[in-house]
C-alpha cells in the first residue's frame, strides 16, 4: 500500500494504526480511537493537546496510573542484566515475584505458573483443575468475563462468546448469579438472593453428578458484567457446596485483584480461601504483560513425580517479573490497597448524592474501585435504559451519555446500560470529584428518557 508521506504525524500514526492493525471488540470501518501521546497518573493526554481523566483505568488494570518511572527504572536495569530465558531455567526476579505472590495471597496458595495474561491463566487453571481431580466439568457463571481464548470464552458466560459458540470448550455449565438487583428468584433481600441462588448451584451439581465436576470457577469479585456484588454470605455458601462434593475453588482475580476492591484480592472481603487463583492486570498495572496461576501447595505436590503438561514460551518472563515486582512495591509503600477502600467510600457517598439528582440513576454496585452505576427509565419498574446484550438500534440513548464523557474529556467503559467507576488506585477526592462531576453531566441526558 502507498503511504502519503504529506500527511502530517498526528493523522499519519492514526492511518497507520488503522491500515495495519485490528482492533479488538469493535468494527474494523468507521472507528476514529483516541490518539494518545503520553499518559501520566490517572490522565491521559491526546496527540490534539486534549487532556483526559481514566475513569476505567484502562481495562481496570492500570492500578498505580501512568508513567510511573520506578517501573520503568525496574525494568531498564533487569533488560540490561537478562531480558529474557528459557522458561525452564531461572532468573532471580522469577523466584522473587513467586515467594511474594506466596505471601500476600490468602490462605496456602504457594506456587505460581506464570503467563502473559489472564486469559492464559484461566486456561491453564481449567487444566490443571481437571488433570488433578480427574474429574471434567467446569462449572462458571452466566454474567462473568474471564476471557477471550476459547476456554476462557467458554466459563463466560457474557455473550461476547455467542459469535464463536459453535467453537467452544465442552464440559461447561453456567449457572445464575446472586443479582440481588433483579434476582432471577425475585428475593426480597440480598440474603435471600444470595441463600437461592446458592440452592440452585447445589441443584445444578446434583442434577450433574458431582462426581464429575472439577471445578467452581467465579470471579473474587464482579467485572464488566456490571459488578454484581456478591451478597454478604455467597462466597461462603458456595465454598461449603464445593468442600461438601470435592469440588475445587477457582478464584479470578484478573480484574478484582492486587488492590482494585480496597483488599489485595477481593476474596478476602469474603473470607473464602480458594484452592487456585488466577491473576494478572494490577500485577503488572499494565506497563508489561504478565499473568499468573497460584494453587495450593498439594496441587503442587501432585506433579512431584508426574509432568506438568503445561507449557508457555514467555512463562516467568524476566523483564515482566521485574515489573511486577517494582508494581508491588509501590502499591506497598504508596499504601494504595488502603486508598482504594478509602477513595471507594468517598466514591460510594458521591454517587449516592448523584442518585438523589438523577432519576436514571437505579443502581450503583461498587467495592472499593470496582464500581457500575446502571442506568434505568424508571426506578419502579428498572426499565433498563439499555437492554442486557443491547443490539446497537437499542443503544441510541447510552450511545447519546458515552459521547457527552467523551466530549467532556473522560474516558471510561459505558456497556449496556452500564457506567463503570474504576479510576487508578492513586486517585483522590478532588480527582473523583472531577471525574464524577462529568458523569453526572452526561447522566442527565438519561434523566430526560425517564418515565
Not at 498505580?64 to 520506578?70: A, T
Amino acid at each position: 500500500m502507498q503511504t502519503d508521506t504529506l500527511l502530517d504525524p498526528k493523522t499519519e500514526i492514526l492511518q497507520n494504526a488503522l491500515n495495519y492493525s485490528l482492533f479488538s471488540w469493535s468494527k474494523q470501518r468507521g472507528i476514529n480511537p483516541l490518539n494518545v501521546e503520553r499518559a501520566e497518573g490517572i490522565y491521559l493526554y491526546t496527540r490534539d493537546g486534549k487532556r483526559i481523566i481514566d475513569f476505567s483505568s484502562q481495562l481496570m488494570n492500570a492500578n498505580i496510573g501512568h508513567g510511573n518511572q520506578k517501573v520503568t527504572e525496574a525494568v531498564v536495569k533487569q533488560m540490561q542484566q537478562v531480558a529474557f530465558v528459557h522458561p525452564g531455567m531461572i532468573s532471580e526476579v522469577r523466584g522473587k515475584l513467586g515467594k511474594k505472590l506466596a505471601e500476600i495471597t490468602p490462605g496456602t496458595l504457594n506456587r505460581t505458573l506464570f503467563t502473559l495474561g489472564g486469559s492464559e491463566a484461566i486456561e491453564n487453571a481449567i487444566k490443571l483443575a481437571r488433570l488433578y481431580t480427574g474429574r471434567h466439568k467446569i462449572i462458571a457463571q452466566y454474567r462473568a468475563y474471564h476471557g477471550a481464548t476459547y476456554g476462557a470464552m467458554t466459563v463466560s458466560g457474557d455473550p461476547r462468546r455467542h459469535p464463536v459458540d459453535s467453537q467452544l470448550l465442552p464440559n461447561v455449565i453456567h449457572v445464575e448469579n446472586p443479582y440481588a438487583y433483579r434476582c432471577p428468584w425475585y428475593s426480597e433481600t440480598p440474603e435471600q438472593c444470595a441463600e437461592r441462588c446458592a440452592e440452585s448451584l447445589e441443584r445444578t451439581i446434583l442434577v450433574e453428578n458431582p462426581n464429575s465436576i472439577a471445578a467452581i470457577l467465579m470471579e473474587g469479585e464482579s467485572g464488566s458484567s456490571g459488578c454484581i456484588k456478591y451478597p454478604v454470605g455467597y462466597w461462603k455458601k458456595v465454598k461449603a457446596i464445593a468442600d461438601k462434593y470435592g469440588i475445587l475453588i477457582i478464584d479470578d482475580e484478573v480484574m478484582s485483584g492486587f488492590g482494585r476492591t480496597g483488599k489485595m484480592f477481593a476474596i478476602e472481603h469474603h473470607g473464602v480461601e480458594p484452592d487456585m487463583m488466577c491473576m494478572a492486570k494490577g500485577l503488572t498495572s499494565g506497563y508489561l504483560p504478565l499473568g499468573g496461576l497460584i494453587v495450593k501447595e498439594e496441587i503442587a505436590k501432585y506433579f512431584d513425580d508426574k509432568m506438568l503438561p503445561l507449557g508457555l514460551t514467555y512463562s516467568a518472563h524476566a523483564t515482566s517479573c521485574a515489573a511486577a515486582l517494582a508494581v508491588l512495591q509501590i502499591t506497598e509503600e504508596e499504601n494504595l490497597v488502603e486508598n482504594a477502600a478509602n477513595m471507594g467510600r468517598y466514591v460510594d457517598e458521591q454517587v449516592a448524592k448523584l442518585a438523589q439528582k438523577h432519576p436514571s440513576i437505579g443502581d450503583f454496585r461498587n467495592t472499593g474501585l470496582l464500581g457500575c452505576i446502571e442506568l434505568v427509565k424508571n426506578r419502579k419498574t428498572k426499565e433498563p435504559m439499555a437492554p442486557w446484550n443491547a443490539k446497537p438500534n437499542e443503544m441510541e440513548i447510552m450511545n447519546k451519555v458515552s459521547a457527552k464523557l467523551s466530549e467532556l474529556g473522560l474516558f471510561t467503559f459505558v456497556r449496556w446500560n452500564y457506567i463503570f467507576v474504576a479510576p487508578p488506585l492513586i486517585v483522590n477526592k478532588a480527582q473523583i470529584d472531577e471525574g464524577l462531576d462529568i458523569i453526572s453531566k452526561a447522566i442527565s441526558i438519561a434523566d430526560e428518557y425517564c418515565n
